[in-house]
């Protein structure tokens, strides 16, 4: 897609500007984007245990790659910490294996580093989504997150998977896109969807409320197995549209709604089935 952005900026006197990328089972598409952030200054990668050669790829592009297995939750907002703290700033650019930066977007960013805006401590970045080979227009997607900044002005709390960041000061906003390509498979969706439902479930037990939405645990649970996946359904497919995005739509809703599901099952199971286990064997 030509304006994704590929190759080398052309240093000149600015802010250094640190990538910070957290992976796992990354192999198939991290050479893409490290290829693409190769203009910043220093690349550090934090890998929760990758067995598809991910960690080899990385290496290839820098020797700032950390072993973390994400805390006793296993949460990728751990290893961001991780990262954020290894990294040596002055400022720091958060990405994912799955997003790219437009040439506009690098433009605007390295603008910022040779003038920073005075009390401007991080920036929200819009972004647009690539879902299953189309770009989503509905279904509430489109939003900006925060995810440029100075080094020790944003942490992420690490009490759930989709945590907002915890940002100390003034934050701006910036112009141009980030482009998403979340779930190229419906594979990969599930994938991600095991690992941080996984992970937020005895979490959620643990403070009473989290996961993707940080949503109290339901009084009436098993009632919210079926009505909070419609729900989500009704919010994505209806309220916001997405069935104006064709048949991508409809999956997305879908499979946000499955999400849902799947979600809060497993904080019934941890409830239910797990500790009923551990009874019996008593």
Same mark, same amino acid.
């Given at each position: 897609?030509?304006?994704?952005?590929?190759?080398?900026?052309?240093?000149?006197?600015?802010?250094?500007?640190?990538?910070?990328?957290?992976?796992?089972?990354?192999?198939?598409?991290?050479?893409?984007?490290?290829?693409?952030?190769?203009?910043?200054?220093?690349?550090?990668?934090?890998?929760?245990?990758?067995?598809?050669?991910?960690?080899?790829?990385?290496?290839?592009?820098?020797?700032?790659?950390?072993?973390?297995?994400?805390?006793?939750?296993?949460?990728?907002?751990?290893?961001?910490?991780?990262?954020?703290?290894?990294?040596?700033?002055?400022?720091?650019?958060?990405?994912?294996?799955?997003?790219?930066?437009?040439?506009?977007?690098?433009?605007?960013?390295?603008?910022?580093?040779?003038?920073?805006?005075?009390?401007?401590?991080?920036?929200?970045?819009?972004?647009?989504?690539? &879902?299953?080979?189309? !770009?989503? %227009?509905?279904? =509430?997607? /489109?939003?900006?997150?925060?995810? #440029? $900044?100075?080094?020790?002005? @944003?942490?992420?709390?690490?009490?759930?998977?989709?945590?907002?960041?915890?940002?100390?000061?003034?934050?701006?906003?910036?112009?141009?896109?980030?482009?998403?390509?979340?779930?190229?498979?419906?594979?990969?969706?599930?994938?991600?969807?095991?690992?941080?439902?996984?992970?937020?479930?005895?979490?959620?037990?643990?403070?009473?409320?989290?996961?993707?939405?940080?949503?109290?645990?339901?009084?009436?649970?098993?009632?919210?197995?079926?009505?909070?996946?419609?729900?989500? &359904?009704?919010?994505? !497919?209806? %309220?916001?549209? =997405?069935? /104006?995005?064709?048949?991508?739509? #409809? $999956?997305?809703?879908?499979? @946000?709604?499955?999400?849902?599901?799947?979600?809060?099952?497993?904080?019934?199971?941890?409830?239910?089935?797990?500790?009923?286990?551990?009874?019996?064997?008593?």
């Amino acid at each position: 897609m030509p304006f994704i952005l590929v190759g080398l900026a052309p240093k000149t006197q600015r802010s250094n500007l640190s990538v910070v990328l957290a992976v796992k089972d990354e192999g198939q598409q991290i050479r893409e984007c490290l290829e693409q952030v190769r203009f910043a200054d220093e690349i550090v990668v934090v890998d929760m245990g990758s067995r598809d050669g991910t960690v080899e790829i990385c290496r290839e592009f820098t020797d700032r790659v950390i072993q973390h297995d994400g805390g006793p939750h296993r949460l990728i907002h751990v290893n961001k910490n991780v990262g954020f703290e290894a990294a040596e700033g002055p400022w720091i650019l958060n990405l994912d294996a799955d997003e790219r930066l437009t040439h506009a977007l690098r433009d605007e960013i390295l603008r910022l580093l040779e003038a920073p805006e005075n009390g401007v401590v991080a920036y929200a970045l819009p972004f647009t989504h690539y &879902f299953f080979g189309k !770009y989503l %227009r509905y279904g =509430g997607f /489109r939003g900006s997150l925060v995810r #440029f $900044f100075e080094k020790g002005k @944003l942490r992420y709390p690490e009490d759930r998977a989709h945590s907002t960041p915890e940002v100390d000061g003034k934050v701006g906003q910036l112009e141009n896109l980030v482009v998403h390509f979340n779930h190229r498979r419906i594979a990969d969706f599930v994938r991600k969807m095991n690992l941080y439902t996984s992970s937020d479930a005895p979490l959620t037990l643990e403070h009473g409320k989290g996961g993707l939405r940080n949503r109290p645990i339901p009084s009436h649970l098993r009632w919210k197995l079926f009505t909070a996946p419609l729900s989500v &359904f009704w919010k994505r !497919y209806v %309220r916001h549209c =997405g069935y /104006r995005d064709g048949v991508h739509g #409809f $999956f997305a809703a879908v499979l @946000l709604a499955f999400y849902q599901f799947v979600e809060y099952a497993k904080v019934w199971e941890l409830k239910n089935v797990t500790s009923k286990q551990v009874e019996n064997r008593e």
